[in-house]
Nanobody
Framework: VQLRASGGGSVQAGDSLRLSCVASQSLTFLNVKTFAWYRQTPEKERELVASVTTARGETSYADSVKGRFTISRDDIRNSVYLDMNNLKPEDTAVYYC???????????????????WGQGTLVTVSS
């Protein structure tokens, strides 16, 4: 399974961007339970930006992006998006998508967690 993230770029403060993450297989087939976007800079550890659950569509956002970022998914297109509005210089980072799935182990008859990561897309916001 491959996740391809795209949509990053260089923008000015106050601008908007939409990040996309497309899976090479059906989201339903992958049995994904949670979709998430993370970001990382050279100075900080990778941090969770936003997530959405499959079952109830519950969303969660980092305090720093609440009210500005929106996570959504499109099962038909096997995609997850991150709409980023009113971007700030501190949003500059490499953004990664992550799919948290449960994979059935036929040998033991149990479900094991498995995480899939995209390759990252760079967002640069200038003041």
């Amino acid at each position: 399974v491959q996740l391809r993230a795209s949509g990053g770029g260089s923008v000015q403060a106050g601008d908007s961007l939409r990040l996309s993450c497309v899976a090479s297989q059906s989201l339903t087939f992958l049995n994904v339970k949670t979709f998430a976007w993370y970001r990382q800079t050279p100075e900080k550890e990778r941090e969770l930006v936003a997530s959405v659950t499959t079952a109830r569509g519950e969303t969660s956002y980092a305090d720093s992006v609440k009210g500005r970022f929106t996570i959504s998914r499109d099962d038909i297109r096997n995609s997850v998006y991150l709409d980023m509005n009113n971007l700030k210089p501190e949003d500059t980072a490499v953004y990664y998508c992550k799919f948290e799935a449960l994979v059935y182990d036929q040998t033991f008859g149990i479900y094991n967690p498995r995480n899939y990561w995209g390759q990252g897309t760079l967002v640069t916001v200038s003041s």
